[in-house]
């Protein structure tokens, strides 16, 4: 990623705010470079959207600070500030048409009548409308709504783009186009960008970083990849992807799992016995009567789930620990169930928890 | 095939039928009305007289509670409006965004008129009116209109309700608010445009309730225009009921109105402009 000229850094300093007794941001702190686009992941009720209204004013914040481009914006009035927000729910205003959504927005701005045409005509094309401007909201599908939602938020040249799940009511195939959509205007405008989702595969796609929230604070935050394997604490392991839980012992930094020594990420124990969290694609699976060398730890399947390109395998070790495999479609022979099977570990860092 | 025919014939007969029954219900009395105002009941000879008396001059003296009365009433409609918009309207929207859980109680509070006779009312009202004459203001009818935004509350509040429940408030103002728009402009703009036909029907049916309001006008000694046709009824009966009947029809013609502006306000999105 290349800071694009005149984006702007945002950076949250210990934001915190409570609705009663229950505590929506717990100092949160958040950094995210000019031009980034950063999603917030989390379990429902985790304060994401919290995050974003405090960032846009929306929300005044009990205490901590907002900066924008290095200014202190936290009493600013969210009409004052340079931002724009797409919602989860449909926000085009029922009385205009999809033109008329988006003039509203440059009238705000004080755009020049005379120039606001061209910026609407450009706008829509770049969401994929440009046969729609007369549609009222009604006559637009719900994805095409976003677009228009998403077409209006970039026409008023905001310096930061706030997105509250703005693909979940949509269906599956819409959401993964329009994500890849989003991500590639992003990546043009070189808008600074915080995107909440529910979704872990959107976030992982889209995002330089991704944060994992719970409770009011970022557990982590990490570029994609890392977040993956090299999570931090047990709840991010598990929160992002499936894990398997098994239990080993910890020595000199390594764990020994199904006879191997993995070496562990830093947060885990650094002795002593432990259960190592291991990603379900980083187990092989084989037919027991093919492994000549006998490496691996043997079992039984149990279920075996096929998803396309590649499915996923229950094993039952003969010490009860159950496990789930990644396996792609073309070496599912010989998986049936009930089948003896072998089970080896890939050499890669895991974290151990006590 | 022809069943189908057949049953629809019938449907519309019945339609038409149910129609008539309820047409002559409600037109009667207003035919009688009519009736009354030209027919004089002692010789029952057929007359205009009292038409001309209340548009044509000459019975001027006579008819004057009945023209202060209906400018009172108009102003009383006007303030009355004006209160009640600017009372109800933000309150409602605040509570929508900030408040939710105090919706029940806004429910409850606007509601409740509903329940009290204007009789009631009256009785609570004379000591406040008492201090409003000698304290605050003067004796004018159009202060009546602090009692009448009471009145029309219930009615006023479950048509911007319906309003309001139409359209997502709370994202349309964050949306509004997030682009650069200022309270005043998210009012102006944003919702209010949205809300014409909540809007219209809560003047519309205000309007009515303010027009045929007698009690209270009457107990607390103001003239507006029901006291009016009540005062001219003894002098000149015919007359009163000409007046009676023209503010029924108004009233009618108000109501109809609404239906038709809201029943376009509903239809509006769906149009195309090309
Ligand atoms: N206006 C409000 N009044 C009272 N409580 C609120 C309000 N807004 C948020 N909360 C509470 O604050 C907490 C965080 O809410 P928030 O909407 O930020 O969660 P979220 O992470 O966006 O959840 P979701 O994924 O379900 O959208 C929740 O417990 C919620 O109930
Ligand atoms: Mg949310």
Redo the contacts with the bound molecule.
């Keep these: 990623m290349t800071p694009t000229p005149g984006a702007v850094a945002v950076e949250l300093r210990a934001l915190r705010r409570s ?2 007794s ?1 505590v ?2 717990d100092d949160l702190d958040l950094d995210i470079a000019p031009g980034e686009l950063v999603a917030l992941l ?12 405090v960032l846009s004013g929306l ?1 005044e914040a009990d205490s901590g600070q907002v900066l924008v481009g290095g200014r202190d914006i936290t009493h600013v009035p969210p009409n004052k500030r340079s931002m724009a927000m797409v919602f ?1 729910s449909y926000s085009l205003f029922p009385h205009l048409t999809a033109a008329g959504n988006i003039d509203f927005a440059l009238s705000l701005r004080r755009v020049d009548r005379a120039r606001r045409r061209g910026i609407i005509d450009h706008h829509l094309d770049l969401v994929g409308l440009g046969s729609h401007h007369d549609r009222f909201p009604t006559e637009l599908s719900g994805g095409q709504q976003q677009r228009v939602a998403l077409a209006r938020a970039l026409a008023s040249n905001p310096e930061v783009l706030l997105l ?2 703005p693909l979940s009511a949509l269906d599956a195939q819409v959401r993964v186009q329009l994500r890849d959509e989003i991500r590639r205007i992003q990546l043009e405008l070189g808008t600074t960008t915080l995107f ?1 989702t ?1 979704d872990q595969g959107e976030a992982l796609a889209m995002a330089d970083r991704v944060g994992v ?1 719970r409770a ?1 604070r970022l557990e982590q935050i990490s570029a994609p990849r890392d977040l993956y394997e090299r999570p931090v604490n047990e709840f991010v392991a598990q929160f992002i992807g499936s894990t398997n839980r098994i239990h080993g012992r910890v020595s000199a930094g390594h764990v020994r799992v199904l006879g191997e020594w993995l070496p562990v990420l830093p947060g885990s124990p650094t002795e002593g016995a432990g259960v190592a969290l291991v990603r379900p694609e980083r187990l092989s699976v084989t037919p027991a009567v093919h492994a000549a060398d006998e490496r691996g730890f043997e079992g039984t399947v149990r279920q075996v789930s096929f998803l396309g390109d590649h499915a996923r395998v229950y094993v039952t070790l003969h010490d009860d620990t159950e496990l789930q495999a990644f396996v792609h479609s073309r070496d599912t022979h010989g998986l049936g169930l009930g089948e003896r099977v072998l089970v080896a570990v890939d050499k890669a860092p895991v974290l151990v928890t006590a | 095939m022809s069943r189908a025919v057949t049953r629809r014939r019938r449907q519309r007969a019945l339609r038409i039928a149910v129609l008539g029954v309820v047409g002559v219900f409600l037109a009667y009395p207003l035919y009688a009305l009519f009736e009354f105002s030209i027919r004089f009941p002692l010789t029952g000879a057929y007359s205009v007289d009292a038409w001309t008396r209340l548009f044509g001059a000459g019975d001027g003296a006579r008819l004057q509670p009945l023209y202060t009365g209906l400018v009172n009433s108009l102003l009383i409609a006007v303030l009355t409006l004006s209160l009640m918009f600017a009372l109800l309207l933000p309150t409602m929207v605040w509570v929508r965004l ?1 408040l939710p859980r105090l919706n029940r109680v806004v429910e409850f509070l606007c509601l409740l008129p509903l329940t009290l006779p204007a009789i009631v009312l009256v009785v609570g009202l004379v000591p406040v009116y008492r201090f409003i004459a000698t304290r605050l203001l003067d004796t004018h009818a159009v202060w009546l209109s602090f009692a009448y935004v009471v009145l029309v509350l219930p009615f006023a509040y479950r048509a911007l309700d319906a309003g309001l429940s139409a359209i997502d408030v709370r994202t349309l103002v964050a949306a509004a608010r997030s682009l650069g728009a200022s309270w005043p402009t998210v009012v102006a703009r944003v919702l209010l445009p949205n809300l014409r036909g909540a809007v219209a029907s809560a003047a519309f049916i205000s309007i009515a309730v303010v027009l045929g309001e007698f009690t209270i006008a009457r107990m607390l000694a103001r003239e507006n225009l029901q006291t009016g046709v009540m005062l001219v009824n003894q002098a000149a009966p015919q007359v009163a009921a000409a007046v009676s009947l023209l503010t029924l029809l108004f009233g009618i013609a108000l109501l109809v109105g609404l239906s038709y502006i809201t029943n376009r306000a509903h239809r509006r999105p769906r149009r195309r402009d090309s």
């Design positions: 609705f009663g229950v929506a941001l989390g379990p429902s009720g985790c304060g994401k959207t919290t995050a974003l209204r929300e989860q509250d799940e909440v529910h929230m009011g | 900030r």
